[in-house]
């Protein structure tokens, strides 16, 4: 099942996922995040970002700002180009499920980096979250972080925004126990 969309970035995440797979792995399951489905949980920011910009614009029109224009202007910037980034960071991230681990692997920003989780170290019983839109996040272990990417509040990792989480829970289930 490879479901590795072809951007500027898959060329870079292929070579990754080549360097990452140990002798003998199989890849079992790859996807991308759903990035669209993690811009709509963010489209909130669309809702105060842009009413912000024109009522900097108004204002800057009416003389009411005078230094404070570019900070204004900037906050308002940020709100609306906020999901935007998510999206360029999902188009960077690859998740994988292989015959020994799953990996999540990135080159956003030019760091690339990959981090496996061993069959082995994942709880016993996965969950999903529901995000909408046919994704949702497939948490598969904790106790981790929760300065990670892919790790929520509460220390759960896994696949964040990731398409079909419940077919994907079920490739990861057939993969633990056949090891």
């Known amino acids: 099942m490879d479901e590795l969309r072809s951007t500027i970035f898959s060329f870079s995440l292929r070579r990754l996922l080549t360097e990452a797979l140990q002798p003998g792995e199989r890849v079992l399951w790859q996807s991308q995040p759903d990035g669209v489905a993690r811009m709509m949980m963010w489209r909130f920011l669309w809702w105060i970002g842009f009413p912000w910009l024109v009522l900097t614009a108004i204002a800057i029109s009416r003389g009411w700002i005078g230094q404070s224009t570019a900070p204004l202007l900037m906050v308002g910037l940020m709100m609306v180009a906020a999901p935007f980034v998510m999206l360029l960071h ?71 925004c990731v398409r079909n989480p419940s077919g994907v829970r079920d490739i990861l289930e057939r993969a633990v126990r056949k090891t």
């Open 90 to 160: 999902d188009l960077q991230t690859l998740f994988v499920i292989t015959n020994r681990r799953a990996l999540i692997l990135r080159t956003a920003w030019g760091k690339r980096t990959v981090t496996a989780t061993r069959f082995k170290d994942m709880d016993a019983a996965f969950e999903i979250a529901d995000i909408g839109r046919g994704a949702g996040h497939l948490n598969f272990a904790s106790g981790r972080s929760t300065r990670s990417p892919d790790t929520d509040y509460t220390g759960r990792y896994g696949f964040r």
